[in-house]
């Protein structure tokens, strides 16, 4: 499957998708200038974001969890310590985001594989280039895999912790980055996924 095909199907789950990010750095180019802003310090807006943000919150309004666990390395990297200021929005928008860090992954034996899986009951698994750019998406029927991932994220979100206490853990404190004003525009839901934690 595409990562067009699964964005455009992607919200077609009934209760629940879960997602596991399992890479320090992905390739996002919708995200790439408000990157750019954040580690200039600068204001950063939101329009590449809004489209994911007007779903997850009609999803939550219809009683759909969306969930993220980060895994992640420390010290962060640039990449992450974006995304950790992102989440804060996603998580307005009523994105449910957790934090696990790579060594505490390792020790549970969390598989480390980026994944979303749907209504606990349908997996697809991404496959990322080496710059971190989603290439495909790769649907599992396999009982037994399914099941695996299923306990693993259980296990995952039961260690994790929410973006709030993770960043006071490791990050010196710090205003947050600004958004600048204005109304984010209405945007398409891709497949390209990134710090936002959406489909890719």
Known sequence: MTPRE???RFFDFAATAFRVEAR????????AEAMRRFLAGEPYGLEWLDGWLRAVAGAA???RAVRLVRVVSRPLGDYARFGLDVARHAVRAGEEIRYLPRERAAALGVPERDCWLFDDARLALLDFDGDGVLRAVEPVTDPALVASQRAANELAWREAVPPEAFARAVLPPAPAAPVEPGQARTGRVSGGGGSSGGPG
């Open 6 to 8: 699964f964005g455009e």
């Open 24 to 31: 320090d750095a992905y390739a996002v180019s919708a995200e």
């Open 61 to 63: 309004a219809q009683g």
